[in-house]
């Protein structure tokens, strides 16, 4: 890594918080130190970009403790102005004003069309994809989607024990806003009848097919993962399945921000220090415009033009493997 005497480099989150954003901030703060560059926060992602709310780290104690934290100590936002050419010009000014070299900023496609706006004017960035909703093009994983469906298995777990004792049907809503990849996810590692998500809609009437065999079968639960940006939410579905008598009662649980919260797993941990370290050394090298991103077992890099222009597929494999395996 080629070391550059006063290079600042600045670091922030954005958007929806994710378990090991933490884990990242520190790991970006400790490569610094240890290249003997100057480090500075940004407080509330783009917004503290614009307002100039920037907290100059001295040493690695500054970011010490937070490795095991959920959320983030830099705080995060989604920033309106942020998306309109005055707030992106008010943000590289004060940028200038601190002195700040390169920038990483953390979070999701929001975050990374945001890095994208301000390198194509100049500015020196490279993002980190972090996002539970796993939807961000140019990386296998992005930090807290591990925590974030270990959190969901939990909870499944335990609505399937009562689930059990009371031959009910459990709808359980998961987040991902136009993307089922939580919810797929979830549905092979909770054993799941059904998922109902975004990519691969589905009629009510094959749900309670599929739910009333499962009875049929002897089950005493069942188990339907939906995401919250299928085309019908679980409160209404429960609403037509209780109508249409399919031998469960159901009942409804949103699992909503719980899924954000928690300490992040030692996957999450162990992503967000991989990428923190490669994005440091990547802006030192003189790179921008990209993302560090995980591949296979490999930190790769991908332009952000393509990660803002393109969206991470749902896997029609891991969907129908969840149907196969509910016997
Ligand atoms: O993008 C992450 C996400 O958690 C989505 O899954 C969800 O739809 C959204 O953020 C919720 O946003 P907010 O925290 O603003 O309610």
Request: glycine fraction near 12%; aromatic fraction near 4%.
């Amino acid at each position: 890594m080629s070391k550059k005497k006063n290079y600042t480099l600045g670091v922030l989150t954005s958007g929806g918080d994710a378990p090991g954003m933490n884990a990242c901030v520190r790991a970006i703060a400790r490569t610094a130190f240890g290249e003997s560059i100057n480090i500075v926060g940004v407080m509330n992602g783009y917004e503290g970009l614009i307002n100039g709310e920037f907290k100059r780290w001295k040493n690695a104690r500054d970011v010490g403790g937070i490795l095991r934290r959920g959320g983030t100590v830099l705080q995060a936002q989604r920033s309106e102005r942020f998306r309109e050419k005055n707030g992106q010009r008010e943000a590289i000014r004060n940028m200038n004003e601190e002195g700040i070299d390169g920038l990483i900023t953390i979070g999701g496609d929001g975050t990374l069309n945001g890095a994208h706006a301000i390198a194509k004017q100049g500015v020196k960035v490279v993002g980190i994809p972090a996002s539970i909703d796993n939807d961000i093009w140019g990386t296998d994983m992005a930090i807290g989607v591990d925590t974030a469906l270990n959190t969901i298995t939990e909870s499944v777990d335990k609505l399937r024990d009562t689930a059990s004792s009371h031959t009910r049907a459990f709808l359980v809503e998961t987040m991902g806003r136009n993307n089922g990849y939580l919810a797929v996810q979830a549905g092979i590692a909770c054993g799941a009848e059904i998922v109902l998500c975004p990519e691969f809609p589905t009629t009510v009437e094959n749900v309670a097919e599929i739910i009333e065999d499962a009875y049929r079968r002897g089950k005493n639960h069942a188990i339907i993962i939906v995401a919250e940006g299928a085309t019908i939410r679980s409160t209404e579905l429960a609403e037509q399945l209780d109508a249409l008598d399919i031998g469960f009662k159901t009942r409804v649980t949103i699992l909503g921000h719980i899924q954000r919260g928690g300490s992040p797993t030692a996957f999450d941990r162990l992503l967000a220090a991989r990428l923190g370290i490669r994005a440091v050394q990547v802006l030192l090298e003189g790179q921008s415009d990209v993302m560090v991103g995980l591949r296979g077992r490999d930190i790769t890099l991908a332009p952000l033009k393509d990660v803002v222009s393109n969206t991470r597929p749902v896997n029609l494999e891991f969907y129908n493997m969840v149907r196969n395996l509910a016997q």
